[in-house]
């Protein structure tokens, strides 16, 4: 039996590694640490049904409790990995104790950007959401006929304006730069975007950021804006992005660069320890990314679960991702990452569309908007390493099968 595999992380990329190597016959004994109080649970509902209270956190669970002791998987809840000895190859955790590793599988994910307490970050009221209880606590605050304001037009900030919206609150999305999704998505889908929200009565103001938050006995009352305006708020929703948990790793002596440094197997700088998920630095394309999406959490944890018994291959994401939104659902295949040209289709059913990524004229993404077709035809392209014929694209009639043929 080979020896022991110890999890910094109890999230999705933990709990897929851990299932995938059991599912792979791999008995080796098993330690996850796992700084939350719950078992490894799905995330990406956190900001949508379970926000809404239409999901409950037994349902989000990957697994029972049960499904541990099973599988002979040791889970340490509310710990963390304090500090790793890479010659004695021992982790020592925040309740003290030390585990031996034989492999170290660093999953530790990523912690939301905050608001300085400056600006009224400390304010009660002002909330993320990145686990389970920052959207307990949020929900208790989405009452009809209160104001949120929204800090950041990402997708984390435009899914949460879409709960807050259907909730009954009235909704102010504040993003800095000059339009919503500027990072992550072409002026084309920001566009339908935008027009969706406007058109559930969100009041969208870009190129607008902050310029404090004030507050009455300690709870947010009011936002002053960089346009000049203030404006009454009940609660506040702060989704400016992200950083990679990347410290242990750094104090530890692995290489770092916004996050943990991988190669294509996802081994570190230590060829004993890997890191995989939110908090990895990947190559791809001849560029380092970090992906923050629970498909390539899960695909490069699996990944790893198949070198760790005896697989040679190394792990090449096909990046996706999807939000939700109202009764839109936002499918992404690729990265548009540097595409200098779009090309927006209307789809079969109403309201549907698709926006086509190009770079040089290479297909390398496509967003699709309730148009699963589009969806899947383009994921298909991008994975076979095809690019569309422009005609076909253009004409809204054409079937896109033909694509494929």
């Not at 080979?2 to 599912?23: H, I, N």
């Not at 009221?125 to 989405?142: I, K, Q």
């Not at 935008?194 to 709870?219: F, M, P, Q, S, Y």
Request: aromatic residues 6%; proline residues 4%; hydrophobic residues 45%.
């Amino acid at each position: 039996m080979a020896g022991r595999l110890v999890v910094a992380g109890g999230g999705q990329a933990a709990f897929a590694l851990v299932a995938k190597l059991r599912a792979l016959k791999d008995e080796r004994p098993v330690t996850i640490v796992a700084a939350e109080a719950s078992y490894p649970y799905q995330r990406p509902p956190l900001s949508k049904k379970y926000l809404l209270r239409e999901m409950t956190l037994d349902r989000l669970l990957y697994r029972p409790e049960s499904w541990y002791g099973e599988h002979k998987v040791d889970v340490r809840l509310s710990t963390t990995v304090t500090a790793i000895d890479r010659a004695a190859k021992t982790v020592t955790l925040s309740d003290g104790s030390k585990v031996d590793y034989d492999v170290l599988a660093l999953a530790t994910g990523s912690t939301p950007r905050r608001l300085p307490a400056g600006v009224g970050g400390d304010l009660d009221g002002v909330f993320v959401v990145r686990d389970f209880t920052h959207a307990d606590r949020l929900g208790e605050e989405l009452k009809p006929g209160r104001h949120a304001l929204i800090i950041g037009g990402g997708y984390i900030g435009l899914e949460a304006a879409a709960v807050a919206r259907s909730s009954g609150l009235d909704v102010t999305v504040i993003e800095m730069a000059d339009r919503i999704l500027q990072r992550v998505a072409s002026a084309a889908t920001a566009n339908l975007v935008r027009e969706i929200h406007k058109a559930h009565g969100v009041d969208i103001r870009e190129g607008t950021g902050l310029v404090r938050l004030t507050g009455e006995n300690g709870h947010v009352t009011a936002a002053e804006l960089t346009d000049g305006s203030t404006i009454p708020v009940d609660l506040v929703i702060v989704g400016i992005g992200v950083t990679a948990n990347d410290v242990l790793a750094h104090d530890a002596g692995l290489e770092v660069a916004n996050g943990i440094v991988v190669d294509q197997f996802s081994r570190t700088s230590d060829p004993a320890i890997y890191a995989m998920g939110d908090c990895a630095v990947l190559p791809w394309k001849d560029m380092r990314i970090r992906l923050e999406s629970v498909q390539n959490a899960v695909d490069q944890a699996e990944a790893v679960a198949a070198l760790l018994t005896g697989g040679e291959a190394p792990y090449h994401p096909n990046p996706w991702f999807w939000s939700d939104q109202y009764d839109v659902k936002l499918q992404i295949a690729g990265f548009g990452l540097g595409h200098d040209e779009t090309i927006v289709r209307k789809g079969q059913r109403e309201g549907s569309v698709s926006v086509w990524y190009f770079m040089q004229g290479k297909l390398i993404a496509v967003d699709a908007l309730n148009d699963a077709k589009a969806y899947v035809t383009g994921k298909k392209l991008l994975e076979q390493g095809l690019t569309p014929d422009r005609a076909v694209l253009e004409n809204p009639q054409a079937d896109l099968k033909t694509l494929l043929a």
